[in-house]
């Protein structure tokens, strides 16, 4: 017979092959777990997100009736009216806006007389909410420009005619 050469399939790794491995297992094992940190830290701001629109939707929708006569008559500078979007704006921590059926600003919880704010008209939510439609959208702060904002509006009715708008944010 030929001379049978033993041969041994197992030979103990390296020391520097040994340490480049573990280096990598445990390389992938960060970056599994920065992966899956990740994925959770954005369904939880999804989630917050979520909760915060829906808390919004019902301060409008819970002040819409409290305000149809003002805006339908277009009525600016009723104390009780701003009164109560003050006081909402300190429970919600939101500011909360009036819009007449012509889309002009009639009553801010910021201010007793505020200014003009033409660009509010243009908005896809407040476009949504003179449809008769419930609108929603985030966007970067117009105050700030560096921080996100969810904007909510929601049309005030008078006999299913929508004669107005509360815009929260």
Known sequence: AVGATECNLRQPMKPERRGIAWFLLLALLLVSIGFIVSSM???????????LEENMFKTAQTLAPAV????????????????????????????????SAERDLIYDSLSPHPEPQD????????????VGQYGAYTRLSDETGNSLALFVACPVRRENKVVGCVYVS
Do not use: C, W, Y
């Not at 830290?41 to 909760?51: A, G, I, S, T, V």
């Not at 104390?79 to 009036?98: A, D, H, M, Y």
């Open 41 to 51: 830290l954005r369904k939880l701001e999804r989630d917050q997100l979520f909760m």
């Open 68 to 99: 149809v006569d003002v805006v339908e008559e277009d009525r600016p500078g009723e104390p009780k009216i701003f009164e109560t979007l003050q006081t909402t704006q300190n429970v919600t921590g939101s500011r909360v806006r009036l819009l």
């Open 119 to 130: 660009h509010l008209r243009f908005r896809p939510e407040i476009q949504s909410a003179f």
